[in-house]
């Protein structure tokens, strides 16, 4: 086979298994520790400290993961959060827990971050840090790796949603629309969202089938409808060139 074919198939195989890798993960992510209960940490704020159980007791929780020294996606979710809200304009009730995960973070470095976004004074948005950070990320799923050469995480750009009750509703990650956003406030105030059922015996086409009980995943007949054109397209360029050669 022509060389350049190959390096067009690796393209497309190399392009089609990121696309679906990527997807597959950010899945993991969001579905890991729902329903699950969040760890009852005590939590810093620049008025009190109080557990984590006191403050959604009161009202559902946005939980956002930040540090203050972050040069990445820190800045750009928080403010993103914070469009997103004014955006929706929600009566809601709510209220936006921006808690640090790095432990050389103080309550005075997340008061200046508060600062720095004009959120202050903003009676929503609650700036706070914990002792007990370890087993808050345990419980909600959430793992940053710190890298020495560059002097910063490497983690997602995390938002997680508590219920009145300390129940995970849902995990958003990634900077994404105002219509997620929308999606959580309601989850985490126990109203009902609309969503796709879980794939079933006679749905011939879903794309992976769903055990409820060991709550895995396999593949299923519509995988492999979607890899249809790519299977396809290599097949007639192998046609091709083989054609090519003959003549």
């Known amino acids: 086979m022509h060389p350049r074919i190959f390096f067009i198939i690796g393209i497309i195989y190399f392009t089609t298994s990121v696309v679906f890798s990527q997807t597959d993960r950010f899945n993991r992510l969001e579905e890991n520790k729902v329903y699950q209960q969040v760890a009852n940490v005590v939590v810093t704020t620049p ?73 202050e004074n903003n009676k929503q948005w609650i700036f706070a840090t914990t002792s007990q950070i370890k087993e808050l990320n345990i419980s909600i799923g959430f793992n940053p790796i710190w890298d020495t050469s560059k002097k910063q995480f490497n983690h997602e750009a995390l938002f997680v949603g508590i219920n009145k009750d300390g129940y995970i509703t849902k995990k958003v990650v990634g900077i994404r629309s105002y219509t997620a956003l929308a999606d959580m406030i309601k989850e985490i105030n126990n109203e009902f969202v609309i969503s796709y059922p879980l794939p079933k015996i006679n749905m011939l086409f879903s794309c992976f089938d769903y055990n409820p009980i060991t709550g895995k995943k396999k593949p299923s007949w519509g995988l492999l409808i979607l890899l249809l054109p790519f299977i396809i397209t290599c097949m007639l360029l192998i046609l091709l060139v083989k054609y090519t050669r003959k003549n």
């Open 47 to 119: 008025t009190e400290q109080v557990a984590l159980s006191s403050l959604y007791s009161r009202t559902p929780l946005i939980i956002a993961l930040i540090f203050t020294r972050c040069t990445g996606v820190c800045s750009p979710m928080i403010l993103n959060l914070y469009e997103n809200i004014n955006h929706l304009q929600s009566d809601k009730n709510f209220k936006v827990l921006v808690l640090s995960f790095d432990s050389m973070d103080n309550i005075k470095d997340m008061s200046r971050f508060a600062t720095r976004y004009g959120l």
